[in-house]
């Protein structure tokens, strides 16, 4: 289990590293409450380049933190795309249609994929803890859970 004090440590590192400060004045929080479900997210003040990484306070034996620290900064890096393809989206689509929630669907998993694998990306390169963390696939379904019942095309 990492301590608050080195994951404080590894946050400061992130937060240079990917030069998001001096230039942005960012926060780690934690998160005490059993109720919070999310391993990880964060708040985000454009205007006044704030932000806050917020971290559940009960996964810090179950996760790599350095893993969820660069993913949610990698986050903060990419947010203006994310706003401005979200406003797109918003715009060109009527909330509750067809299109409007494919568009959605479709944006929210590119940029987690892309968020996601530029996080391993620079854990690999850079990090501190390169084992990255599996927790989220154990609550997936097995291949062979995934097909069963499917009719055989033959």
């Not at 590192?13 to 109720?35: G, M, N, V």
Request: proline share 2%.
């Amino acid at each position: 289990m990492q301590t608050r004090e080195t994951i404080q440590l590894l946050f400061e590192k992130w937060t240079k590293k990917l030069r998001l400060t001096p230039e942005w004045d960012i926060h780690l929080e934690w998160i005490e409450d059993p109720a919070w479900r999310k391993t990880a997210d964060f708040k985000i003040d454009c205007d006044d380049r704030k932000a806050i990484i917020l971290l559940n306070a009960a996964e810090t034996d179950r996760e790599n933190m350095e893993e969820m620290i660069v993913h949610e900064l990698m986050h903060l890096k990419l947010y203006p795309l994310d706003q401005i393809t979200e406003s797109l989206i918003v715009s060109n689509f009527e909330e509750g249609t067809q299109g409007y929630d494919f568009a959605y669907r479709c944006f929210f998993t590119a940029l987690e994929q892309t968020v996601e694998e530029l996080a391993k990306c620079f854990l690999l390169e850079f990090g501190q803890n390169k084992v990255l963390s599996f927790q989220r696939c154990n609550t997936k379904k097995s291949f062979t859970e995934l097909y069963e019942g499917l009719k055989s095309i033959e």
